[in-house]
T-cell receptor
């Protein structure tokens, strides 16, 4: 079945530094990937949609300069949290959609802690 | 705006019994997909069941089935013969325009 690998699973960084999270589709080509943020006991909030070879589309209220998304190939999308602050601490999840398929596969998530 | 509403923040059920989780959504589209995802303590999102809106027949996957009422925009999930491993957060989600929009979630506890 379709597998999405997300790394790292946990990361702790200092305030003011940047952190990159990778989302990779292992056995299929993902024309579209999605990035979500989830607070404890809450739902997944869509942050942005990334399409291979084009700029990401951000949801309202999401700072595009803070959350940089790159989708340079059909199997890899990255989310970089720039100049991280403690309020950016959260659980980030990526999802990939297969071409011509309404199946969505999720990565295992990244717990980001900014200290 | 498209919205998905799960009105039950928490539910519990005895092992081997049946439980129904409710979900309503709002859309003006005619063709779309609806999903139920499970998120156990590991936080990995797992697809439980999927329904295509143009299909009148309710989807079924083993112990999981849905009651899809298109006119009422209702999409409830029934879990039969509940098992301890069913304990998790359950999210209803709606797809349109390629994006998955999630409801608030229902925390289900299966008690022995």
């Amino acid at each position: 079945g379709a597998v999405v690998s997300q790394h790292p699973s946990r990361v702790i960084c200092k305030s003011g530094t940047s952190v990159k999270i990778e989302c990779r589709s292992l056995d299929f080509q993902a024309t579209t990937m999605f990035w979500y943020r989830q607070f404890p006991k809450q739902s997944l909030m869509l942050m942005a949609t990334s399409n291979e070879g084009s700029k990401a589309t951000y949801e309202q209220g999401v700072e595009k300069d803070k959350f940089l998304i790159n989708h340079a190939s059909l199997t890899l999308s990255t989310l970089t949290v720039t100049s991280a602050h403690p309020e950016d601490s959260s659980f980030y999840i990526c999802s990939a959609r297969q071409a011509n398929n309404y199946g969505y596969t999720f990565g295992s998530g990244t717990r980001l802690t900014v200290v | 705006a498209q919205t998905v509403t799960q009105s039950q923040p928490e539910m519990s059920v005895q092992e081997a019994e049946t439980v129904t989780l409710s979900c309503t959504y709002d859309t003006s589209e005619n063709n779309y997909y609806l999903f139920w995802y499970k998120q156990p303590p590991s936080r990995q999102m797992i697809l439980v069941i999927r329904q295509e809106a143009y299909k009148q027949q309710n989807a079924t996957e083993n112990r999981f089935s849905v009651n899809f009422q298109k006119a009422a925009k209702s999409f409830s999930l029934k879990i039969s013969d509940s098992q301890l491993g069913d304990t998790a957060m359950y999210f209803c989600a709606y797809n349109q325009g390629g994006k998955l929009i999630f409801g608030q979630g229902t925390e289900l506890s299966v008690k022995p």
